[in-house]
């Protein structure tokens, strides 16, 4: 890659026109990726299903249906149950999309926290290059080679042991997943960066007297945008995987509240008295996430058909 | 070498983590109204817990270093011997889903690449996306849902696997161990089939490519020699990296497929401790499986370096 010669426009001659040609060959790239474009029509289905959440007529998600509850799970279909009731007498139907809200909000801010913490380590890394580059790497691998999950685990039991488990609130769970899955970004915007730096526009920012912070994050970070793109999708698909599996081992996002991977945390004890509240929330989580790979995959294949 | 300084940065960090954690070690001694703070503070003083904190931490390093990573408050044992008592069925566990994993990844990644765009190839990259975005609990319980509860019924018998646990004593069958290994394996291994299939895939469509596999074939090799021969070989080296990089996740897998399967392993000991507040032994696990990490990643480039001569390390 670094052999290659940068395509620099002809003195004169307009750019515009030839990043307008670009986009319309991305977009017919993505488009030719059905799956791809199956995936973004899901996506934005249970985002919609999300957002507009209050205006679909569902039960309180908290609220314990009294009247047609016997203490046991109500199979799907019942007394305008359309997925049934859970183990707590609560729609399911209903915990599944206030679900969604939580489950995609989480993983959509811990993904902007990731990415600003990988992007800013790793354009300073790819950019001064040295020994900032080799320290900032070295910690980096401090947190690639501890595996990730337990260390959440730690953290999120720490947290839970200082006051109690309530304060595992969504904002905690937010800073602690986002805090700690920056550095394969980190990895990726370093590698991006150590090959612009050398190409010649940057040599000429340079020469033209910009600042570093100037360079880095006006000329450098546009050029390098396409992989952070993917990245930050297939991350969202990884993110909302590790909090529905702290939700579900109970150091997640805490009850009442619904949350996708807490709402199977008893579903092990209730399989076979109510196997359909093991299914659906699991369901909802395979369907977005796979959803969101196919979605990176597009993007990738669209956005640089080089990088695999 | 970087090795050692790598460990010794984890070590620092982990530790400046769990000194975080609430009450420290005497957290037990809190809640017990028979003891006063003047005994606190005294039991403090005895354990060096009042000194600052490099130098607890260069102490602790210490005791590492003579293999002693504390006390497990939770277990009643040192957690050494907690960790060296659960790891035979962990690694039980872990190295059967390892070899399925690479059996069937890489057969599956080889046979879809060598006939690329067929049905089989569109079964097998369907398969990875599938088993990439699995959540590995929801997994477990649809294992468990399917071939537990409901088991095969049919030519007149009712199979069924058994959920959880394990079987250590000498009066267990062969075959009963095997049985209950078969669906926590297949649990912890979807993921790596799917990534490394996904792999050897891209990995073998790019051997197909080259230079030298054209020429075996213009010399009048077997199609079938060629591909084994002289593709498999060649496409398998980067795996090496792959299947190290996929480690930490093993471990993490490892701790969800143990809880559900109640499979008496170092991650269901970790899972326990976790609401035990057992932090000396969360703390061991970490520092355990890191260092196993960073090993076999080191294992690894020597491997990489062994089958592939290109590659020189200084």
């Known amino acids: 890659m670094a052999a290659t010669i940068p395509v620099m426009p002809a003195p004169g001659v307009r750019d515009d026109d030839d990043v307008a040609i670009s986009r319309n060959v991305t977009i017919k790239r993505f488009r030719k990726h059905k799956l791809a474009l199956i995936g973004a029509v899901v996506i934005v289905l249970i985002v919609l299903a999300a957002v507009f959440a209050p205006l679909l007529h569902l039960q309180d998600p908290n609220a314990i249906d009294n009247v047609h509850w016997n203490g046991t799970p109500l199979a799907p279909g019942q007394f305008g149950h359309i997925l049934g009731i859970d183990e707590n007498g609560r ?16 993983a959509v801010f811990a993904v902007v926290m990731e990415l600003a913490i990988g992007i800013f380590i790793g354009a300073i890394s790819g950019y001064y290059g040295g020994w900032v580059d080799f320290w900032l790497m070295r910690l980096t691998d401090v947190f690639l080679s501890i595996p990730l999950l337990p260390l959440l ?11 109690n488990k309530a304060a595992l609130n969504f904002s905690v769970i937010v800073a602690i997943i986002g805090g700690l899955s920056w550095p394969a970004t980190a990895r990726l915007v370093r590698a991006s960066f150590l090959q612009l730096r050398e190409r ?7 020469a033209i007297g910009n600042r570093d912070g100037r360079i880095i994050f006006r000329h450098l970070l546009p050029n ?4 952070i793109i993917v990245q930050g999708t297939l991350e969202v698909a990884n993110v909302i995987i590790l909090e529905s599996t702290l939700s579900f081992l109970g150091f997640g996002i805490q009850p009442p509240t619904a949350s996708w991977g807490n709402m199977l945390a008893n579903a092990q004890a209730n399989l076979t008295l109510a196997p359909w509240a093991a299914i659906f929330p699991g369901l909802a989580i395979f369907v977005t996430v796979l959803s969101i790979n196919y979605l990176g995959d597009g993007l990738r294949d669209a956005l640089d058909p080089n990088m695999k | 070498m970087q090795n050692i300084p790598l460990l010794l940065l984890i070590s620092i960090l982990l530790y400046y983590i769990l000194s975080q954690a609430p009450g420290g070690p005497l957290a037990p001694y809190l809640q017990n109204p028979h003891i006063t703070p003047a005994d606190i503070e005294r039991l403090k003083h005895n354990f060096g817990l009042d000194q600052p904190l490099p130098i607890r931490y260069a102490r602790w ?36 889903s390892f070899v399925l994993s690479l059996i069937v990844g890489v057969a599956a990644g080889i046979f879809s690449a060598i006939r690329p765009y067929t049905p089989f190839d569109y079964i097998v990259t369907s398969f990875a996306f599938f088993g990439q975005s699995m959540p590995v609990f929801w997994f477990a319980l649809m294992m468990q849902l399917a071939f537990a509860v409901y088991g095969f019924t049919g030519f007149g018998v009712h199979v069924a696997l058994p959920s959880a646990s394990i079987c250590y004593t000498d009066e267990c069958p062969l075959w009963d161990r095997l049985e209950h290994l078969v669906l926590p394996t297949i649990t912890l291994s979807l993921l790596y089939i799917a990534q490394w299939s996904r792999f050897m895939r891209s990995s073998m469509l790019e051997v197909v490519k080259t230079d030298y596999m054209r020429t075996a ?28 990089l996929s480690l930490p996740g093993i471990f993490a897998g490892a701790i969800v497929t143990e809880t559900i399967f109640a499979w008496p392993g170092m991650g269901r000991l970790f899972f326990n401790a976790l609401g035990q507040q057992d932090f000396s032994l969360l703390m061991g696990y970490l520092m355990f499986v890191s260092f196993l990490v960073v090993f076999f990643n080191l294992l690894a480039d020597v491997v990489y370096a062994w089958l592939d001569p290109r590659v020189k390390y200084s």
């Open chain 1, 153 to 163: 685990l730690m953290l999120t039991a720490i947290v839970a042991a200082s006051s």
């Open chain 1, 224 to 227: 390098a945008v396409a992989p």
């Open chain 1, 91 to 106: 729609d399911l139907l209903s915990r599944l999309v206030y679900g969604a809200q939580i489950s995609l909000t989480v």
């Open chain 2, 217 to 244: 074939r213009a010399k009048g090799l077997a199609s079938t020699l060629v591909v084994m021969k002289h593709g498999f070989r060649n496409a398998l080296i980067p795996l090496v990296t792959i299947i190290a």
């Open chain 1, 200 to 206: 010649e526009f940057t040599e000429a920012a340079r």
């Open chain 2, 61 to 96: 390093l210490g005791h590492i270093l003579t293999g002693d990573l504390g006390y497990s408050n939770s277990n009643s044992e040192t957690v050494v011997q907690a960790i060296l008592e659960r790891m035979p069925a962990t690694f039980e566990l872990m190295g059967a």
